[in-house]
């Protein structure tokens, strides 16, 4: 029974991690200036897709969720579907305050991880 029991204890750590969500809001002008044109949550652990609109600027934020202690959560951005380093366009650390960042870029894809 001891093996079994020691056997789970990696796995329960693994699930432990946590999920990171971010407000993201994209936009036609500089400076963050409404209405939005895009909006969604962006979930870590995952490549979201992004409208393929141009964009001058955009905010984001976390929703909720953190890093593990030494990292810190990033939002990057891609020009390309799929989220790879080829179309990587900036990464951009966030914290819980909306931040406004100026770009120049249409993005087909995003994710959020802890680096």
Do not use: H, R
Request: glycine fraction near 6%; proline fraction near 4%; aromatic fraction near 8%.
């Amino acid at each position: 029974m001891q093996f079994k029991l020691l056997a789970l204890i990696p796995a329960l750590v693994a699930t432990a991690t946590a999920t990171i969500e971010v407000a993201f809001s994209g936009y036609y002008v500089a400076d963050c200036v409404s209405p939005s044109i895009e909006a969604a949550n962006v979930i870590s652990g995952a490549c979201g897709p992004n409208n393929g609109l141009p964009l001058k600027s955009f905010s984001a934020s976390i929703e909720s969720g953190s890093c593990d202690d030494g990292t810190s959560p990033v939002l990057k951005m891609y020009t390309a579907s799929g989220c790879t380093d080829a179309s990587l366009y900036g990464s951009y650390e966030i914290t819980s305050t909306t931040q406004c960042f100026e770009i120049d870029a249409t993005f087909l894809s995003n994710e959020v991880v802890c680096e």
